[in-house]
Structures are given as C-alpha cells and as structure tokens.
C-alpha cells in the first residue's frame, strides 16, 4: 500500500513535468500561427489575444511580395535533403564497423564525435572558408550541403551504432555461412533491419539542416543562393524593426516542411528509438 501511495504522487508529477514541457514547446508555435493569421490593426494592439479576430491572409501575401521565399525554400530543401542522404550513405557502413568491431576504433570515433559537437561554429568557419574557396565552393550549394555533412555526420555515425549493435549478429552469421560477404550482409540482411533508426537519423540530418543559419549566412552570397533561414532574417529593417505579421507567416510556412516530414514517418522515427536502445 505504501508503495502505491508514492507511486500514484511520483507519476502524477510525472505527467505535471511533462504538460509543462510540451506547454513550453508549443505556445511560442500557437503564438507564431495566431500572429501570422492577425492584421496590422491587432499587431498593435495594446492587448493582444491568442486567436485573431479578424483573420486575414494578407500576411502571406505581403510575405511572398516582398521576399523570394518559394526560390529560398527550394534552396533549403536542396541543401537538406543533399545533406541527410549523404550523412545517412557514410553512416551507416561507418557505424556497422564501429558496432562490429569494437576496440581503439570505436573509442576512438566516439571521442571524435564529442568533441566535434563541443566545438562553437564561430571556430571552425574561417577554416572551412578557406578549404571551400580553394575548392571553388563558395556561394554554391554543393559547398553548404559538404559543410552540413561534415558538421552531421559524427552524430550520425553515433546515432546509428546503437541501432546496428540492435541487430542480432547471430544474423550476419547465419548469412555468413550461405556464402554472403560483408557487403551483401549488410545490405541485405542489416541494413532492411536499420531502416527505423536510418529514418530516424536522416530525419535529424534533415532537420539540422533546415533549420541552420549561421554557415549559409557566411557562406552564400547571392540572394537567389541563399537558404529560407537567411532570407527570413531580411523581414528585419534597417533599424532592426521587424515587419512582423510577414515575418511571422513566413515563418510559420519555413516550420511547416519540418512537422509534415516528422507527422509521416512518426511511427518508424519511434519504432527507431525503441531499437536504438536495446542492445543485444
């Protein structure tokens, strides 16, 4: 009974700690949407509420008059995708050595992937600057998408060892002894295993890249290279005065591909998750 009693207060703490965090992940959203959908009247209102009362979409139009957010979403979904698939291509027969073959190696890779996550960009751009204008990749998306691979890759590769060391090498034995090499093992028998935990990590690839401002800020030049983090920032005046029922519904449409991508492959993102935490 008195094991019950302290359980029934500890999960209702629980489900406490966790409303407030999904509160504190969505009201900034909530907030987002509901500007993006106000006139300019309710933007000044003194006492702003949460739903518009006079809906509008002229904020979107306003939004795609001004700035070429169809040009720099295609330049995201260029560089993310370039990114995510390579990252995910190099991983995943990285990680499958470092599962398999456990020692230095391994430790090694995985001191590598702590300490290239512990590094500030404002420290590594100058350096990555100069390799890519000796390599002509200045203002140009190959360039960016080379740089989101470098930057993601050592999380990928950890990522995907948990999910590797998931599988049973009991498998890769079996296959062993029906004449199948590495490389068909893997492809055939480990890697149709992995798809949850590759999604999964493609998915944060992606993301990443998406989202990130502060390489394609430095590195492309011309508005019809840049991606829709940058040019969103062009919403911001002179004097730093954000036009803000635009800047809000063009934000709202660049958080938009990120939910949709992430609501169609929920169900293989956990299932991942799940994998990646049990080890055989």
């Known amino acids: 009974m008195t094991g019950a009693r302290t359980r029934g207060p500890a999960r209702a703490g629980q489900y406490l700690a966790l409303l407030a965090y999904l509160a504190f992940l969505a009201l900034p959203f909530l907030w987002l949407v509901s500007t993006a959908f106000k006139p300019a009247r309710e933007l000044g209102s003194l006492h702003p509420t949460w739903i518009p009362e006079d809906p509008t979409l002229a904020n979107f139009r306003q939004a795609f008059d001004e700035q070429p957010l169809l040009q720099a979403a295609a330049n995201s979904l260029v560089a993310a995708l370039g990114a995510a698939l390579i990252a995910v291509t190099v991983a995943t027969p990285m990680a499958?050595?470092?599962?398999?073959?456990?020692?230095?190696?391994?430790?090694?890779?995985?001191?590598?992937v702590v300490v290239s996550q512990a590094f500030p960009f404002v420290l590594v751009i100058i350096p990555l600057f100069l390799v890519l204008k000796n390599l002509h990749l200045?203002?140009?998306l190959t360039g960016l998408v080379l740089v989101y691979v470098t930057w993601s890759l050592p999380f990928a590769v950890w990522m995907l060892t948990g999910y590797v060391r998931a599988v049973p090498a009991e498998l890769e034995e079996a296959a062993a002894v029906d004449g199948a090499g590495r490389l068909r093992t893997l492809c055939s028998v480990t890697a149709p295993l992995l798809a949850p935990g590759i999604v999964a990590t493609a998915l944060f690839a992606f993301i990443t890249a998406w989202n990130e401002f502060f390489f394609a800020l430095v590195l492309l030049k011309t508005p019809e290279k840049q991606t829709l983090p940058v040019v969103l920032t062009h919403f911001l005046g002179a004097e730093g005065v954000a036009d803000l029922g635009p800047l809000a519904a063009a934000a709202f449409l660049a958080t938009l591909p990120s939910l949709v991508v992430f609501a169609l492959i929920q169900k293989r993102i956990t299932g991942g998750m799940l994998a990646g935490a049990v080890k055989s």
Do not use: C, F
């Open 96 to 112: 499958y050595v470092m599962a398999r073959r456990r020692g230095r190696l391994s430790a090694a890779a995985t001191g590598w």
């Open 138 to 140: 200045i203002n140009t």
